[in-house]
Each structure stands twice: as structure tokens, then as C-alpha cells.
């Protein structure tokens, strides 16, 4: 899948009065910064970035269209209010070619509906994998195939195989998701366990 593009352009302001008067003016403050290079503050549309993010999320790769300039870059930082959710500010890093780069790629289980049923669920606990490789290398999620798994068992980091140009930042024992009981079938099976006591002694007995 094509890095998607996003418009920016330099902006000659800093601090919170000017951030606050770009946000009302529908723009998100940001910088791009990289190994060796120097450092941009930038400015981008709100609504063209949310549409990035919710398409592709944080930690993808981009293109910075900046006064024709087509720059290469991660979305490294997403800063946003915690109460009301609005984007505040934006870091990005800028890629080359020929340097390795550490991301987090976002884990996607496969064929999780032929292990799954009504006694048996599969629990993902690594949601992110961080690995390190040249841009070109990056990929948009690490698939993960569960659909072997059989009751007990469970998947971990050594398991994998990006290929020799992905290093993956973890310990090879980590689990990254199991096959473990449904929760609900268990509560289920309690409640049946629990006795049922029945009196027939009247209040009036008392």
C-alpha cells in the first residue's frame, strides 16, 4: 500500500497563544526532524491529518508534501487532549533511504474464527511489535496466523519470521497472543455447579 500524502507547509510562529489561534483556524502545529537534518516547523489541515490517522493510525509512514518537496517521513508522536480528544501537535521523522529506523508495527491476528467457539476465545497480548530496518522495509502490520492453534497453546515473538531485513526489538519468549477458555463459558459452567437449596418451610413456621 502506497504512504499516503499530507500538505504542510512552514509556519513562523510558536507557543500556546499562536498553537491555539492555528487551531481555530482548522491547522495542527508540528515539526519534522531526522537524524542530521534540520529541524521544520510545519503546520498541516486538521481534517487531512485525522483522515490519515484514522485510516492508517500512528506510527505509519507518510509523504510531506512541503512547497513541492516531497519528504519522506513517520509519524513518530500524536499529541492529543485528553479530555476533549482534539489533536494538539504533531512529530515527524524524516526517513532515509539508507538508515535503519526503530517503528512500532501494529499486530493483525488471522484466523482467529477457526479456533474460536463457545468454550474457547484467543487473547492478544502484544498489540504492537517494535522492529527496526530501512524505510523500504517498513511494513503497514505484522499478520499473525492463529488458526492452528489448539487449546493451550500460544504464539510468541521467536515464532515469527519478518525475513532477514526486519529486526524484531523483543524478547523471543514474549507471548503475542493464546488460546485460552471463553471467560463467559466458564461463568456459565459455575453457575451450574452452584446448588440450588429449596424450603418449604412457610414464614408463619418462623
Known amino acids: 500500500m502506497a504512504a499516503p ?11 500556546r497563544r499562536y498553537s491555539i489561534k492555528l487551531r481555530k483556524n482548522g491547522f495542527i502545529p508540528g515539526v519534522i526532524y531526522g537524524h542530521n537534518k534540520q529541524t521544520k516547523s ?39 487532549d485528553i479530555i476533549k480528544d482534539n489533536l494538539l501537535h504533531i512529530d515527524f521523522q524524516q526517513l532515509s533511504e539508507d538508515e535503519e529506523i526503530k517503528v512500532f508495527v501494529p499486530v493483525v491476528l488471522v484466523g482467529k474464527g477457526k479456533v ?26 505484522i499478520e499473525v496466523d492463529v488458526s492452528n492453534l489448539k487449546f493451550g497453546d500460544s504464539i510468541t515473538v521467536g515464532d515469527l519470521n519478518l525475513g532477514e531485513n526486519i ?40
Open 5 to 15: 500524502k499530507l500538505n504542510v507547509e512552514l509556519r513562523d510562529g510558536g507557543g
Open 42 to 80: 510545519i503546520k498541516l489541515k486538521e481534517i487531512e491529518l485525522s483522515k490519515v490517522l484514522n485510516k492508517f493510525g500512528s506510527g505509519s509512514t507518510v509523504n510531506l508534501n512541503l512547497n513541492g518537496e516531497v519528504i519522506p517521513a513517520i509519524i513518530k508522536e500524536v499529541q492529543k
Open 116 to 141: 474460536e467457539n463457545s468454550t474457547t476465545i484467543i487473547q492478544q497480548q502484544i498489540m504492537e511489535l517494535e522492529i527496526r530496518c530501512l524505510p523500504k522495509y517498513i511494513p503497514s502490520s
Open 167 to 206: 529486526e524484531i526489538l523483543h524478547d523471543e519468549d514474549e507471548v503475542i497472543a493464546s488460546l485460552t477458555a471463553n471467560s463467559k463459558y466458564e461463568e456459565l459452567e459455575e453457575d451450574k455447579d452452584v446448588p440450588i437449596y429449596e424450603s418449604n418451610k412457610s414464614i408463619l413456621d418462623k
